[in-house]
């Protein structure tokens, strides 16, 4: 299967091979700084990050969330994409294939201030502003389900910032940010809804679910939440339709018994897969090396941080693997 790009072929304005640093996309920085000026939290974001900043339902919760965890969930999300390492193949594969044109729909859930989805599209647009991918002409359609109002609004603003500098490259989009609880069965009957409307039309879709761990970790949020995601995953299935979920890579997420392990069993037998095609618990410790990287801190040059990425990708097939 072709890669989205070879890891030598990244740009130096992503990567740097000699000390193995994350660059973000300058126009998804740009598009973050306008954020931050927006909600006149720019000084906040050049303090020192606390602990336990998870994001919530307030304004306050987003703001600090906006501030000092977006650069890190997108440097998540930036690893996934181009696998500098080359070893999440399957991973950067599903992302060739969906983004190489068309007309494509992108969930994004919870899609917080826009972290996964402006990267992903700032990503993609770096690469075809120097000439490492190809400008065939890509139309995406946004959904994201976020319970926060203020994250949705920045997530929208997010959008319009950056939608000029994706049109240079060939890439138009549309956005709907809508209300969604991951336990409320009637909001997730919602986003279903507004999820087939957009998908009408589309080549390929791409379901991103990032960082839920904070929430789910507790047995009773993740059985609360099931059949939620049970049916919004059979929603998106298609014939080049794919979930990629993204996490930070914490003892909760990647341990025997912890949220993937969970969420692989979860998947596996929704869609029936065959035990020698799933995705095995633990996570291969190749996969637990390919996703960490230093990160240089887009607004202090001299500041650099530490990421490390848990990933994983599910195909979802219009049809049964088995019966």
């Known amino acids: 299967m072709q890669r989205l790009i070879k890891p030598e072929d990244i740009p130096p304005s992503l990567w740097s091979p000699e000390g193995g640093v994350v660059h973000l996309a300058p126009s998804l920085v740009n598009t973050w700084r306008a954020l931050l000026a927006h909600a006149n939290i720019y000084d906040k974001a050049l303090l020192q990050t606390p602990d336990n900043i998870i994001g919530g339902m307030t304004k306050e919760a987003t703001d600090e969330h906006l501030a000092w965890r977006f650069s890190g969930s997108s440097a998540r999300v930036q690893l996934g994409v181009l696998d500098p390492r080359g070893k999440l193949s399957a991973v950067s594969d599903a992302f060739a294939r969906v983004f190489s044109g068309g007309v494509v729909l992108i969930a994004d859930l919870p899609c917080g201030s826009g972290a996964a989805l402006l990267t992903i599209l700032s990503t993609i647009a770096e690469l075809r502003r120097e000439?490492?991918?190809?400008?065939?002409?890509?139309?995406?359609?946004?959904?994201?389900?976020?319970?926060?109002?203020?994250?949705?609004?920045?997530?929208?603003?997010?959008?319009?910032?950056?939608?000029?500098?994706?049109?240079?490259q060939a890439i138009w989009v549309s956005a709907e940010f809508v209300h969604w609880n991951v336990l409320d069965k009637l909001s997730t009957g919602d986003l279903n809804r507004t999820l087939t409307i957009a998908g009408i039309g589309?080549?390929?879709?791409?379901?991103?679910?990032?960082?839920?761990?904070?929430?789910?970790?507790?047995?009773?949020?993740?059985?609360?939440?099931?059949?939620?995601?049970?049916?919004?995953?059979?929603?998106?299935?298609?014939?080049?339709s794919y979930a990629i979920w993204i996490e930070p890579q914490t003892n909760k997420v990647v341990r025997s018994g912890g949220l993937f392990a969970k969420l692989t069993r979860f998947i596996?037998?929704?869609?029936?897969?065959?035990?020698?095609?799933?995705?095995?618990?633990?996570?291969?410790?190749?996969?637990?090396?390919?996703?960490?990287?230093?990160?240089?801190?887009?607004?202090?040059?001299d500041h650099k941080f530490n990421v490390a990425l848990a990933i994983r990708r599910f195909t979802l097939p219009r049809t049964k693997v088995t019966e």
Do not use: M
């Not at 002409?137 to 000029?164: F, N, W």
């Not at 995705?279 to 887009?298: C, R, S, W, Y």
């Open 268 to 301: 596996n037998e929704l869609l029936k897969f065959k035990s020698e095609d799933s995705d095995q618990d633990p996570i291969p410790v190749i996969e637990l090396e390919g996703g960490k990287a230093e990160v240089q801190h887009p607004l202090r040059a």
């Open 131 to 168: 000439s490492r991918l190809p400008r065939q002409p890509l139309t995406v359609k946004i959904v994201g389900g976020e319970i926060s109002e203020s994250a949705r609004e920045y997530a929208q603003i997010g959008i319009e910032h950056i939608k000029d500098s994706l049109a240079e």
């Open 202 to 240: 589309c080549t390929a879709r791409i379901l991103v679910l990032a960082n839920f761990s904070g929430f789910l970790e507790s047995d009773s949020n993740w059985n609360k939440a099931k059949l939620q995601l049970e049916n919004i995953f059979i929603n998106c299935r298609d014939n080049e």
